[in-house]
């Protein structure tokens, strides 16, 4: 089945404690994304990878970090965790950079973070 | 005033209802104009894409766009309660990332 898988679905931290969330996609997609969702805000751009080992920032990089070693693999870092990187995180893929043009991102199931 | 503007409801219909979803957005560059789908505990799913100005329809779905106005919608027949979810209006123009509006809550009532 194809889909983009995200672990952990739910966290709870504390503040100043690195951690990861992973993103996985079967898809052989080029493209990947993270977005952070909170409310009345919608999804916002975190980084995006356009293929392997490139990675760029989107609109709200601060205190994230990203790395793409492998096409299927896209895990965003936090390095030392605020309340207010309190969110639910998307991972996204698409086959292509050029099929984003048809606005087709597959997304996970989602990642709600919770940093006390 | 930000990029992509979108009413949050909730919106709460009757089963059957006409429904209308809107957006408005301020980049006349934009040119590829999308409605996503997200369910509860779930992440969203592309429903309709169109591109530049016109009707598309899908089902009981129809996307317009009139970029003359800067405005999109999204209109659902004969509403379910399968149609209860949040709708995510999102648009790009050929060369940026897509910009995703905040969404609409939308309750469909047996």
């Known amino acids: 089945e194809a889909q983009v898988t995200q672990n952990p679905r739910y966290l709870i931290t504390v503040t100043g404690k690195k951690l990861t969330v992973t993103c996985s996609q079967n898809?052989?997609?080029?493209?990947m994304s993270w977005y952070r969702q909170d409310p009345g805000l919608g999804l916002r751009q975190i980084y995006y990878?356009?293929?392997?080992?490139?990675?760029d920032k989107g609109d709200v990089p601060e205190g994230y970090k990203v790395s793409r070693k492998e096409k299927r693999n896209f895990p965003l870092i936090l390095e030392s965790p605020s309340p207010n990187q309190t969110s639910l995180y998307f991972c996204?893929?698409?086959?292509?950079?050029?099929?984003?043009?048809?606005?087709?991102?597959?997304f996970g199931e989602g990642s709600r973070l919770t940093v006390l | 005033q930000k990029e992509v503007e979108q009413d949050p409801g909730p919106l709460s219909v009757p089963e059957g209802a006409i429904v209308s979803l809107n957006c408005t957005y301020s980049?006349?560059?934009?040119?590829?104009f999308m409605w996503y789908r997200q369910y509860s505990r779930k992440g969203p799913e592309l429903l309709m894409y169109?591109?530049?100005?016109g009707n598309k329809e899908d089902g009981r779905f129809t996307a317009q766009v009139d970029k003359s106005s800067k405005y999109i919608s999204l209109f659902i027949r004969d509403s379910q309660p399968s149609d209860s979810a949040t709708y995510l209006c999102?648009?790009?123009?050929?060369?940026?990332?897509?910009?995703f509006g905040p969404g609409t809550s939308l309750s469909v009532i047996p």
């Open positions: 996204a893929s698409s086959l292509s950079v050029g099929d984003l043009n048809t606005g087709e991102l597959f």
């Open positions: 898809m052989n997609h080029e493209y």
């Open positions: 990878s356009m293929n392997v080992e490139v990675t």
């Open positions: 980049n006349s560059a934009f040119q590829y």
């Open positions: 169109t591109y530049s100005s």
């Open positions: 999102a648009m790009k123009t050929s060369y940026d990332k897509v910009i």
